[in-house]
T-cell receptor, first 113, second 112 residues
Framework: ETGVTQSPTHLIKTRGQQVTLRCSSQ?????VSWYQQALGQGPQFIFQ???????GRGNFPPRFSGLQFPNYSSELNVNALELDDSALYLC????????????FGPGTRLLVL | GESVGLHLPTLSVQEGDNSIINCAYSNSASDYFIWYKQESGKGPQFIIDIRSNMDKRQGQRVTVLLNKTVKHLSLQIAATQPGDSAVYFCAGLNFGNEKLTFGTGTRLTIIP
């Protein structure tokens, strides 16, 4: 186990709704990255948070937003949900020491109907 | 654009044999490559990593080889076991850019 936890494990929403996913990083890690994994695909980078600020973003629209808290936990918020947002959402934590290995949580499975 | 991971989609190996999973990348600027294992319903699990200034690294039952000339990465798993059945991803990372770029993965099936 990596020590990275995510909640909830599963979630069902309808189009147009908003969702908040949560991640607690591994002890000692100060960086959290979020990824979206569609079925049968590799994870796609959404964004990363370091010292409570966004530090890099992938090709995702502004309705994907996030936060990092002083304890390094993080939230991913998605507004105006679309059917294509159905996916496994993964967070990964790491420590900025020049090695940058990212350790993943179990993910949140989101289904948008 | 950058990409990592031109994988065969599936690989079947007899239990006890060695497995080799291959990955090609296009971005020469990647500083660091990582292999992850993902079992059904779980997040990717770190297996082994290698920096771009190395060409080989060994772990427990696993070896990663990096050939920068042809932009190719491989993961060798010795004496495969049923628990090795999973999808394997290679990923590249640029220090300073911090995002992992994943390939589509290879599904490894161990035949008893």
């Amino acid at each position: 186990e990596t020590g990275v936890t995510q909640s909830p494990t599963h979630l069902i929403k309808t189009r147009g709704q908003q969702v908040t996913l949560r991640c607690s990083s591994q002890s000692g890690h100060n960086t959290v990255s979020w990824y979206q994994q569609a079925l049968g695909q590799g994870p796609q980078f959404i964004f990363q948070y370091y010292r409570e600020e966004e530090n890099g973003r992938g090709n995702f629209p502004p309705r994907f937003s996030g936060l990092q808290f002083p304890n390094y936990s993080s939230e991913l918020n998605v507004n105006a949900l679309e059917l294509d947002d159905s996916a496994l959402y993964l967070c990964a934590s790491s420590f900025r020491d020049g090695k940058e290995t990212q350790y993943f949580g179990p993910g949140t499975r989101l289904l948008v109907l | 654009g950058e990409s990592v991971g031109l994988h065969l989609p599936t690989l079947s190996v007899q239990e006890g044999d060695n497995s080799i999973i291959n990955c090609a990348y296009s971005n020469s600027a990647s500083d660091y490559f990582i292999w992850y294992k993902q079992e059904s319903g779980k997040g990717p699990q770190f297996i082994i990593d290698i920096r771009s200034n190395m060409d080989k690294r060994q772990g427990q039952r696993v070896t990663v080889l990096l050939n920068k000339t042809v932009k190719h990465l491989s993961l060798q798993i010795a004496a495969t076991q049923p628990g090795d059945s999973a999808v394997y991803f290679c990923a590249g990372l640029n220090f300073g850019n911090e995002k992992l770029t994943f390939g589509t993965g290879t599904r490894l099936t161990i035949i008893p």
